[in-house]
């Protein structure tokens, strides 16, 4: 483990959750597979095949150098891991090739520990490296072709909706006027940027890092990450035998927002209240596990940090998705 030093955000209480689809894999006769769909360097891959020596686990990401190191951690799983370099969007083809159903899914969402502490990919306004933040070098839109390339109202919608920063146009008025002299280039050069125009808050308020909500922003873009997982979940919810569990980490309200949608379009009838009987196709499909959306205790977050903005929600599937 030494070699792997990041600590997987709420490890046991997602194996907890997944454990539910698990047990009803085995009670349908079925082998357990659980799909993974933020592999990154494996932790809560291992947790998994380590809870359950029945369980298979498809570990899937689309870094390859993230296949690469959770491979070589799990090859002691031998055929009860499987890695996929793939898009999550991209699940729906992959169980229907695999001719699978799942006892489980898990996402991830965000930027993994791999990718956030490479200096070389751009993700942290804290080092000084080029302007990249693609999760798949493979990708050709990087963080400096969107600041390079894209219109000033462009460039203040994504700050805006992705970034949630109230400075947006100001913003991107100023990346526009900036370029003009010098091409977007380093994370260095647009963090002092962003530290220049966003003003010090009002009052004894703590003021987070002005380029947090800008970066995030230009990752969000850069990888689509909004519209893979609009995409994403509800294949993986399809991809779900009865009595399977699907479970999903969000760290900021934009995906955690995404997430409830869609889980609770399957969770409340559709039916309109003034029904006296609710139609079989009308009845939810899905039961939440989870009361709204749990957090981490006060111990995890001393022991990972990283667990102080997470949002965690669980639904389990108790029939096929009505037609």
């Known amino acids: 483990m030494s070699d792997y030093p990041h600590v997987p955000v709420l490890l046991d209480r997602c194996v907890q959750l997944l454990t539910v689809g698990i047990d009803a894999a085995r009670a349908a006769g079925e082998t357990p597979v659980v799909a993974d769909m933020t592999l990154g360097m494996g932790g809560h891959s291992e947790g998994i095949l380590e809870s359950s020596d029945d369980v298979r686990v498809l570990g899937i990401d689309r870094d390859p150098e993230a296949i690469a190191i959770a491979s070589k ?44 502490d490479d200096d070389d990919r751009g993700f942290s306004y804290s080092r000084a490296t080029a302007l990249d933040m693609r999760m798949n070098a493979e990708d050709t839109l990087t963080a400096a072709d969107v600041l390079n390339t894209y219109s000033q109202a462009e460039l203040a919608r994504v700050i805006s909706d992705y970034g949630e920063e109230r400075w947006a146009a100001k913003i991107a008025s100023v990346i526009v006027e900036d370029r003009q002299e010098r091409p977007w ?66 760290y900021q309200s934009l995906e955690d927002t995404i997430v409830k949608k869609i889980f609770r379009a399957g969770t409340v009838s559709s039916a309109p209240p003034e029904l006296p009987v609710v139609p079989e196709h009308l009845q939810p499909w899905l039961k939440d596990l989870t009361r709204g959306a749990e957090k981490a205790d006060a111990e995890e977050i001393s022991i990972n940090p990283r667990a102080a903005s997470v949002r965690l929600r669980a639904v389990q599937k108790t029939k096929e998705k009505p037609q």
Request: net charge neutral; glycine share 8%.
């Open 73 to 116: 951690r799990l090859e002691r799983f031998g055929k009860r891991f499987t890695a996929v370099h793939a898009c999550d969007d991209e699940l729906g083809a992959i169980l229907e090739q695999r001719s699978e159903r799942l006892a489980g899914v898990l996402f991830d969402l965000g930027v993994s520990s791999l990718q956030l």
């Open 185 to 250: 280039e380093t994370t260095d050069q647009l963090a002092e940027m962003l530290q220049r125009v966003i003003p010090e808050p009002k009052g004894q308020r703590k003021r987070s890092h002005p380029a947090k909500r800008t970066f995030q922003a230009l990752r969000i873009e850069v990888n689509a990450e909004l519209d893979i997982l609009r995409s994403a979940l509800p294949q993986a919810l399809d991809g779900l035998h009865v009595g399977g569990t699907a479970v999903v980490e969000s």
